[in-house]
């Protein structure tokens, strides 16, 4: 189970440092059906990321192979570690110069409109539509379905991959609910600093799993 959890943690990670959802979060559980459609958004997303990284890990198991990773699944690495620079690149050529603001997508500005099954919906696209969550998801799943661990290693080791991976709408959620009466205050500065910095952040977290899967995949091809 440890080579599972070693292997596809930084995915995790990576997808948990998601503005995003966070944002997303915070502003659904200030609307009048907040604590119902932010509790249901955070569930959703869980559900739907382990969901996605079962069907992918399922698929990416084949015969055993004595510990001994598939040449396939560094090619995959690979790519994934490519695709990730160059989002990272473009993230960074996208950014809002200084002194434009950006218009908040037309969705973050109907939240107060939302239903439980629009914020489930809402929840599942976020972790299906978003290349860097995609490709996030499919590098950790590969890893997890290729590594030594028994099958109750690997469905320990999704596990994990969901709940890290959801800590983005999981922390804002239990801060709402167990935060007491400065939980809004938090929640309000959470929402701005990651507002102000989200490109930095998306472009940091993907230029660097980017060398990181480049040279994992270098390392693993060429031993």
Request: net charge positive; charged share 10%; aromatic share 6%.
């Amino acid at each position: 189970m440890g080579d599972a959890i070693g292997q596809m943690l930084a995915s995790a990670v990576g997808i948990a440092i998601s503005p995003v959802p966070l944002i997303a979060v915070i502003l659904m559980l200030a609307t009048p059906r907040g604590q119902v459609n932010g509790t249901v958004f955070a569930v959703a997303w869980t559900v739907a990321l382990a969901a996605l990284t079962t069907v992918v890990v399922l698929a990416g198991s084949g015969p055993d192979t004595g510990g001994i990773r598939p040449a396939w699944s560094w090619w995959v690495r690979l790519a994934a570690g490519v695709v990730f620079v160059l989002l990272g690149v473009r993230q960074w050529r996208a950014r809002p110069r200084p002194g434009h603001v950006t218009a908040p997508p037309g969705w973050m500005q109907a939240l107060d409109r939302f239903t439980p099954a629009k914020s489930a919906g809402l929840a599942a696209a976020l972790v299906i539509a978003n290349p860097k969550n995609l490709v996030l998801v499919i590098g950790g799943a590969v890893a997890i379905a290729t590594s030594a661990s028994s099958v109750g290693g690997k469905a320990a080791a999704v596990v994990l991959m969901a709940l890290v991976g959801s800590l983005c709408t999981l922390l804002p959620l239990a801060v709402h609910l167990f935060g007491g009466t400065g939980s809004a205050q938090v929640l309000g500065q959470w929402k701005a600093w990651m507002s102000t910095h989200n490109s930095a952040i998306v472009t940091a977290v993907l230029i660097i799993l980017g060398a990181k899967y480049i040279g994992d995949a270098l390392s693993g091809l060429t031993v």
